[in-house]
T-cell receptor, first 113, second 115 residues
Framework: GQQLNQSPQSMFIQEGEDVSMNCTSS?????WLWYKQDPGEGPVLLIA?????ELTSNGRLTAQFGITRKDSFLNISASIPSDVGIYFC?????????????FGQGTTLQVKP | ETGVTQSPTHLIKTRGQQVTLRCSSQ?????VSWYQQALGQGPQFIFQ???????GRGNFPPRFSGLQFPNYSSELNVNALELDDSALYLC??????????????FGPGTRLTVL
């Protein structure tokens, strides 16, 4: 089945550092979404991307929809302690005629004050 | 604007029992999707409901079923519970129209424990 490969699996960084994570797929996606999930809660949408090549920012977060439509990255600049959590990429495959989202395995971010 | 809500927050059942989880979609949204998230994993798509009809299904057995009501709220029913059904069940709503119609917003989830 379709899978998203998300990397890195985990990151432990110092407050103030920049962070980068990415997702790749073997198939083409219509939409790329980035979510953050805190323990025991539902994923919260951070950034949504709808067109190949699109670069979108949300505060200190920046994400891009890859030109090949098979990848996306998320950057967090000047990390702060509240950035701690699990970040998921999710995509809607072109081959799907429903709103089915495929999720990556998640990147666990820890920030040391 | 009201976000996606789910009930109950937590639930404990025993193997073989049946469970019903509920979801109210975000105002203005007409589509509801259900996901199962096992510990340490990303959410897995169960199915989606649009206009009270199932609109796509993931790799889940028929004992996972759902409903959508005219007000767009939805239920997920699981029969003959198994230990592996223990997970966080997430509901997401979407469909406010326009190019961003498929963007899914998640509720807080229901934590189901099967003993």
């Amino acid at each position: 089945g379709q899978q998203l490969n998300q990397s890195p699996q985990s990151m432990f960084i110092q407050e103030g550092e920049d962070v980068s994570m990415n997702c790749t797929s073997s198939s083409i996606f219509n939409t790329w979404l980035w979510y953050k999930q805190d323990p025991g809660e539902g994923p919260v949408l951070l950034i949504a991307l709808y067109k190949a090549g699109e670069l979108t920012s949300n505060g200190r977060l920046t994400a891009q929809f890859g030109i090949t439509r098979k990848d996306s990255f998320l950057n967090i600049s000047a990390s702060i302690p509240s950035d701690v959590g699990i970040y998921f990429c999710a995509g809607q495959p072109v081959s799907s005629n429903t709103g089915k989202l495929i999720f990556g395995q998640g990147t666990t971010l820890q920030v040391k004050p | 604007e009201t976000g996606v809500t789910q009930s109950p927050t937590h639930l404990i059942k025993t193997r073989g029992q049946q469970v019903t989880l509920r979801c109210s979609s975000q105002s203005g949204h007409n589509t509801v999707s259900w996901y199962q998230q096992a510990l340490g994993q990303g959410p897995q798509f169960i199915f989606q409901y649009y206009r009270e009809e199932e609109n796509g299904r993931g790799n889940f057995p028929p004992r996972f079923s759902g409903l959508q009501f005219p007000n767009y709220s939805s239920e997920l029913n699981v029969n003959a519970l198994e230990l592996d059904d223990s997970a966080l069940y997430l509901c997401a709503s979407s469909g406010s129209g326009g190019p961003t119609a498929d963007t899914q917003y998640f509720g807080p989830g229901t934590r189901l424990t099967v003993l």
